[in-house]
């Protein structure tokens, strides 16, 4: 065997060959599942895309860094289960381009943070963590109180639906008027929106104030949106909890 | 130059090794074979890998994988590990599904074990607007005070836990205040009479017959009681007491009349299990008590 070696050292072309060869076997191994990728994550029924705020809201996530800190991917451990309710499935992230699962937590896991807080909170804590978690480290992002730019959202959604999410071409091209009126629940847009995207798309002036579009909406939106697209995890990973008392 | 073949190596006489057969001038290069010791763990690690793709599910298989002699899934085994922990905890986690909560305060056994669970949920869930010691921040209410805006023993806390207030939860607590001075209820002038009226309230020294008092009973007794009182169990805030939730400044008082308040606490319902929110029930009715007990020493 490490005659065999030797001699192949001494002919460089077949050196690089076998190393070639070595190497591609470590690639073929992880590329090779992605080709079936669309047979062997389903879809669940009731899933649903991203609005166009909740997406302007996933842009401000990735452009400020937040997924430096913060995972969006709850793993398959038995404590992450009692912290943060059932393990992540690829299917709850089969709409994310990219995917957001983050390798990293200083701060705590958000893939089923939608609903958990109020929307105030969110906008107290991402002016200043301080003000509502005295411990907290996270940086304050007070600038989110910025006007929203949504000038790129319909070519975003018709980008997206190149990529397989189900956007319609109704949606791309509503897509401003969208996040403007999700924003604003009396606004005349807002049952639009609830048509489009399902009944159970939040529809709240989600900084405090309707009459604005700002980042912080977006932001805010996105984040109550998260693990809220679809309830699959919840259906599938059976928990028996003791129903009466003994 | 190289050794040809069919000679016999050139081996080195002071080491025993052979050399690599160049020549450069008379100085001639060792060909040092592998330590044994590197050559094992090779072969070792080559032998692990072969037992881990039988026993383990390694490779992959166009639409599926193979899944291994153990038939082992991280996804059940979490569920499997959870499940344990869940067992492990129904001891004294079932008296919590019934919800007999004067039964479960009289039994001192119980609540040993079941407070620091709480005090657990009680971080993981309710700490970030609550705060860790439940003493609460502007817009979240103090949990360790005995002013309840909706009640404190733990049936009404556990049910305030399930629907939540201003939740999306078909069934949630519903409380506003309005925004007198915005939806033009009131004149600025009045608002302006309202703030002194509810500060002179929390330091006892409102005059009723005043015109403060008159607009305060047109428009607020009905919520916040007569006299500001509150304890109606409709979300509406004692006046007098002293605590505030936004703050008992004159600006916060008057952005609160202008602009109204609608305070949101989360429903828990498909969060936390029954059992789970009739344990921070108990938890969260025992704080007012345990502050004063810390509070007096």
Same mark, same amino acid.
């Given at each position: 065997?490490?005659?065999?070696?030797?001699?192949?050292?001494?002919?460089?072309?077949?050196?690089?060959?076998?190393?070639?060869?070595?190497?591609?076997?470590?690639?073929?191994?992880?590329?090779?599942?992605?080709?079936?990728?669309?047979?062997?994550?389903?879809? +669940?029924? !009731?899933?649903?895309?991203?609005?166009?705020?909740?997406?302007?809201?996933?842009?401000?996530?990735?452009?400020?860094?937040?997924?430096?800190?913060?995972?969006?991917?709850?793993?398959?451990?038995? !404590?992450?289960?009692?912290?943060?309710?059932?393990?992540?499935?690829?299917?709850?992230?089969?709409?994310?381009?990219?995917?957001?699962?983050?390798?990293?937590?200083?701060?705590?896991?958000?893939?089923?943070?939608?609903?958990?807080?109020? !929307?105030?909170?969110?906008?107290?804590?991402?002016?200043?963590?301080?003000?509502?978690?005295?411990?907290?480290?996270?940086?304050?992002?007070?600038?989110?109180?910025?006007?929203?730019?949504?000038?790129?959202?319909?070519?975003?959604?018709?980008?997206?639906?190149?990529?397989?999410?189900?956007?319609?071409?109704?949606? #791309?091209?509503?897509?401003? #008027?969208?996040?403007?009126?999700?924003?604003?629940?009396?606004? !005349?847009?807002?049952?639009?929106?609830?048509?489009?995207?399902?009944?159970?798309?939040?529809?709240?002036?989600?900084?405090?104030?309707?009459?604005?579009?700002?980042?912080?909406?977006?932001?805010?939106?996105?984040?109550?949106?998260?693990?809220?697209?679809?309830?699959?995890?919840?259906?599938?990973?059976?928990?028996?909890?003791?129903?009466? #008392? +003994? | 130059?190289?050794?040809?073949?069919?000679?016999? =190596?050139?081996?080195?006489?002071? /080491?025993?090794?052979? /050399?690599?057969?160049?020549?450069?001038?008379?100085?001639?290069?060792?060909?040092?074979?592998?330590?044994?010791?590197?050559?094992?763990?090779?072969?070792?690690?080559?032998?692990?890998?072969?037992?881990?793709?039988?026993?383990?599910? $390694?490779?992959?298989?166009?639409?599926?994988? /193979?899944?291994?002699?153990?038939?082992?899934?991280?996804?059940?085994?979490?569920?499997?590990?959870?499940?344990?922990?869940?067992?492990?905890? %129904?001891?004294?986690?079932?008296?919590?599904?019934?919800? @007999?909560?004067?039964?479960?305060?009289?039994?001192?056994?119980? &609540?040993?074990?079941?407070? =620091?669970?709480?005090?657990?949920?009680?971080?993981?869930?309710?700490?970030?607007?609550?705060?860790?010691?439940?003493?609460?921040?502007?817009?979240?209410?103090?949990?360790? @005070?005995?002013?309840?805006?909706?009640?404190?023993?733990?049936?009404?806390?556990? %049910?305030?836990?399930?629907?939540?207030?201003?939740?999306?939860? =078909?069934?949630?607590?519903?409380?506003?205040? =309005?925004?007198?001075?915005?939806?033009? &209820?009131? %004149?600025?002038?009045?608002?302006? /009479?309202?703030?002194?009226?509810?500060?002179?309230?929390?330091?006892?020294?409102?005059?009723?017959?005043? %015109?403060?008092?008159?607009?305060? $009973?047109?428009?607020? $007794?009905?919520?916040?009681?007569?006299?500001?009182?509150?304890?109606?169990?409709?979300?509406?805030?004692?006046?007098?007491?002293?605590?505030?939730?936004?703050?008992?400044?004159?600006?916060?008082?008057? $952005?609160?009349?202008?602009?109204?308040?609608?305070?949101? &606490?989360?429903?828990?319902?498909?969060?936390?299990?029954?059992?789970?929110?009739?344990?921070?029930?108990?938890?969260?009715?025992?704080?007012?008590?345990?502050?004063?007990?810390?509070?007096?020493?």
């Amino acid at each position: 065997m490490l005659r065999l070696h030797y001699n192949l050292e001494k002919i460089s072309m077949g050196l690089v060959a076998a190393i070639i060869v070595a190497a591609s076997i470590g690639g073929i191994v992880e590329i090779a599942p992605l080709f079936t990728v669309d047979e062997t994550v389903t879809i +669940p029924d !009731d899933m649903r895309p991203h609005t166009p705020l909740e997406l302007a809201g996933r842009e401000i996530f990735m452009r400020e860094g937040c997924y430096a800190c913060h995972s969006q991917m709850i793993r398959t451990l038995a !404590d992450e289960i009692d912290r943060y309710g059932p393990y992540s499935l690829p299917s709850e992230s089969a709409y994310d381009h990219p995917m957001l699962w983050g390798s990293k937590r200083t701060g705590p896991d958000l893939a089923r943070v939608g609903g958990k807080y109020s !929307d105030p909170w969110h906008v107290a804590h991402l002016i200043d963590p301080r003000a509502v978690v005295p411990a907290s480290i996270m940086p304050a992002y007070p600038w989110l109180m910025e006007p929203l730019d949504t000038g790129n959202l319909g070519a975003e959604l018709a980008t997206l639906a190149r990529l397989g999410v189900p956007y319609t071409e109704e949606m #791309a091209t509503n897509a401003a #008027a969208d996040a403007l009126a999700q924003g604003n629940p009396d606004s !005349d847009g807002a049952a639009d929106v609830a048509t489009r995207y399902g009944e159970k798309v939040a529809i709240r002036a989600f900084d405090g104030d309707p009459a604005r579009l700002t980042e912080m909406d977006a932001l805010v939106a996105y984040l109550q949106s998260l693990g809220t697209l679809t309830d699959v995890a919840f259906e599938t990973e059976e928990v028996k909890v003791p129903e009466e #008392a +003994p | 130059m190289s050794a040809h073949d069919g000679e016999a =190596p050139d081996v080195d006489p002071v /080491t025993g090794y052979e /050399t690599t057969g160049h020549d450069w001038n008379g100085i001639k290069e060792l060909n040092t074979p592998f330590p044994i010791f590197v050559i094992t763990i090779l072969g070792l690690t080559v032998v692990y890998s072969i037992i881990a793709w039988l026993l383990l599910p $390694a490779w992959p298989t166009g639409r599926d994988y /193979t899944r291994g002699l153990l038939g082992l899934d991280q996804g059940e085994m979490a569920v499997a590990g959870y499940q344990r922990l869940a067992d492990g905890r %129904e001891d004294w986690m079932a008296r919590f599904v019934a919800g @007999d909560f004067d039964a479960i305060v009289a039994d001192q056994a119980l &609540m040993a074990k079941a407070m =620091p669970a709480a005090h657990r949920l009680f971080l993981d869930n309710c700490a970030a607007c609550h705060g860790t010691d439940a003493t609460g921040g502007p817009g979240f209410p103090d949990l360790a @005070d005995s002013d309840w805006l909706w009640g404190g023993d733990p049936a009404t806390i556990a %049910e305030t836990l399930r629907v939540g207030i201003n939740s999306p939860h =078909p069934e949630t607590r519903f409380a506003q205040m =309005p925004a007198f001075g915005h939806d033009q &209820m009131l %004149e600025r002038a009045e608002i302006e /009479t309202l703030t002194s009226y509810v500060q002179a309230l929390s330091t006892g020294q409102a005059d009723p017959d005043g %015109e403060g008092g008159t607009l305060f $009973a047109d428009n607020c $007794a009905s919520c916040h009681g007569d006299g500001g009182v509150g304890g109606l169990g409709i979300g509406a805030p004692s006046l007098v007491d002293g605590h505030w939730i936004y703050g008992g400044d004159r600006a916060t008082i008057f $952005a609160t009349l202008q602009r109204g308040r609608q305070g949101v &606490m989360p429903t828990w319902a498909d969060r936390l299990s029954e059992a789970e929110i009739n344990l921070l029930a108990v938890y969260v009715s025992g704080l007012a008590a345990e502050h004063e007990a810390l509070a007096s020493r």
